[in-house]
C-alpha cells in the first residue's frame, strides 16, 4: 500500500531543499534552494526513527555530504537508505556503516550508457544480496515528436545521471523496469523535471509505474499537500510510495505537516 517516505538531502554537507533540476557541476551558481536547514542530518534521522517511518533515503548530492551521511546512519543504524557517488569500491563499506540498502544511478551508465556489467560488479561488492540495493531511476520527460499526418507520439521518460543534467541511453519503460527488477529490491525514481517545485507530481509517470512495477518504487518530484499520496495511491493502485521534500513543515514547506503524513502511514495499515 501507498506510504509516505521521507528523505535527507545533502548539499555540501548541509540538509537542503533544492529545485533538482538546477543542480550543475559545470554551472553552480544556476542552482535554486528552496530551504536549508538549521538542522544537522541526524536531527531528521532521530525524528523518522521516532516515529517509526521507514524507507528514508540519504542522499549525498555533491562532494562533502559523507561526514553528514554517517552521522545520519549512526543515529540509526539499519533504518536509512544511503546514495549519491555510491560504486562498487564503497558500496559494501556504506552497508557496514549501517546503511540498510545503498541506491545507485550513474555508476551504472559510464559513458551515459547502461552497462550490465557495472550492475554485476554492485551486487558482488553486495555479496549477491539484491536486498540491499535500490536502483535510482530518476527520469527527465521528453515530449513526444510528431509522426506521420496528425498523430502524437506518447511522451517518453529517460534516466538522467550526474545530478540529473545528463541523459543516458535508457528508457524508463516496461522493458527496462522487467529487465532491473530481478536484481534490486526497489526503485527510487525522481520527477527531476518536477523536483523541487511543488507544482504537482507528474502524474502519468506515476500511473506507468504502477503498471510496469513489481517490486517497491518510491516516486518523487513536485508533491505538494498530503492530497497527492491519495493521488499516488489512486494512480498507481497502492504500488508506489510518495516522497514529499519541500512542501514539508520540516523543511520550511507549508503544503503539508510530517505529523499529518504520520498519521496518513498509519491509516494505511
Known amino acids: 500500500m501507498t506510504r509516505f517516505r521521507p528523505c535527507i538531502d545533502l548539499h555540501a554537507g548541509s540538509v537542503k ?3 533538482g533540476g538546477t543542480l550543475s557541476s559545470l554551472t553552480p551558481s544556476s542552482l535554486q534552494t528552496n530551504h536549508v536547514s538549521l538542522h544537522p542530518a541526524s536531527y531528521f534521522a532521530s525524528l523518522y526513527r521516532d516515529h517509526a517511518v521507514a524507507g528514508a533515503h540519504v542522499i549525498m548530492l555533491g562532494p562533502g555530504n559523507e561526514d553528514a551521511a554517517r ?15 555510491i560504486h562498487d569500491g564503497n558500496a559494501g563499506r556504506w552497508i557496514e556503516m549501517g546503511a540498510e540498502k545503498v541506491i545507485v544511478t550513474s555508476f551504472l551508465f559510464p559513458d551515459a550508457k547502461f552497462s550490465t556489467e557495472r550492475l554485476r560488479m554492485v551486487l558482488n561488492a553486495l555479496g549477491g544480496d539484491r536486498r540491499k540495493l535500490v536502483i535510482d531511476l530518476s527520469c527527465r520527460r521528453q515530449k513526444g515528436a510528431s509522426g506521420s499526418g496528425t498523430e502524437q507520439k506518447d511522451d517518453r521518460w529517460i534516466v538522467a545521471m550526474d545530478k540529473w543534467q545528463r541523459l543516458t541511453d535508457m528508457e524508463v519503460n516496461q522493458e527496462s523496469i522487467s529487465l ?3 536484481h534490486c529490491s526497489e526503485f527510487l525514481i525522481h520527477a527531476a523535471d518536477n523536483e523541487g517545485l511543488q507544482r504537482g507530481i507528474d502524474e502519468d509517470l506515476v500511473r506507468k509505474l504502477g503498471e ?13 499537500s498530503l492530497e497527492d499520496l491519495e493521488t499516488v495511491k489512486r494512480l498507481s493502485g497502492g504500488k508506489v510510495d510518495l516522497t514529499i521534500g519541500s512542501a514539508l513543515d520540516i523543511f520550511g514547506g507549508s503544503g503539508v505537516t510530517f505529523e499529518e503524513c504520520v498519521e496518513w502511514n498509519a491509516r494505511q495499515r
Open 17 to 19: 531543499q533544492i529545485v
Open 212 to 224: 510496469w512495477c513489481s517490486i517497491p518504487v518510491t516516486y518523487a518530484g513536485g508533491a505538494k
Open 180 to 182: 532491473l527488477q530481478n
Open 71 to 85: 552521522e545520519a546512519l549512526n543515529t540509526w543504524p539499519g533504518g536509512l537508505q544511503v546514495g549519491g557517488g
